[in-house]
């Protein structure tokens, strides 16, 4: 499959997204990072190593294949507390890093549900919890918008640039306040913007699935969170996310973590 030549099709600089194609896509980029990853061979090293956003502690003893997989954009089990005993459901788990550690902080008495779309992702992310032993970490192959997850049963979402593939980010978040306890939270680590990409880069199917073109404005993201249900949504940092490009566009491409409460 060739991604490059996919475009977003626009309508007078409006985005005129194709659900269907952006999820194949998408599923199709993670099943080859994931096997990658499985054979120690992948594209690169993986985010979680060299970014400085994860403490040493959290991340020495996870296995080698699991750091590789890692693409996220920031730490979301740093953005708040997570307590012993606590249900925890990371949306987009990839190989499972951010499961492990928040299941190392909700301990033996917690429970840890990573969900992913992508077949590979799950494989991974099943032999990396064979590693680490993780007894209270279990995966699930589904969408983030259809969990399967039940109603008000979750007292903390992680979620790690993963929203910004989602094609609908309000059934994301509806989703979210569905599964989430009354007072529950929500740590999101994301790709957001401070102003729009130009069209040849948001109509770039190889941008989405690199977690670009799907980036919306801080303000839109926060509202969509507010009227999907979330009673309180904070930024807790907002950081440059690609240092070094020569572009203008370049500077508008921000980290951002949110801690949301339902
Ligand atoms: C950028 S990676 C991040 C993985 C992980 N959170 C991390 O920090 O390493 C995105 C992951 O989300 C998954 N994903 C993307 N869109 C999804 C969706 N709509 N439903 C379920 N999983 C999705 C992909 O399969 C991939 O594993």
Redesign the pocket.
Known sequence: MRLRSRCIETDGGKKLVDKELI?ES??YR?GELARGAADCCGERDG?APGSGVYESTQIKDLPEEALM????CGNPNAIGELKQGETVV?L????G??CFIAANMVGETGRVIG????PD?INLANENKVKVEAGNVEFRL????KTGIDTDSVDVII????IV??PDKDAVFRESVRILKKGGRMHISDVMLTSELPDHVSSDMDNWTH?LAGAELIDVYIKRMRESGFSKVEITSNVSYREGLEEDWVSSIRSVNLLATN
Do not use: E
Not at 159 to 162: D, L, P, Y
């Open positions: 999820i998408v599923r993670y985010f997989a890692s693409a996220g990371d987009g788990s990839g190989g890093i951010d969900v992913d779309m992508t992702m589904a969408q983030i918008d979620s790690n640039c993963v593939l989602a977690c």
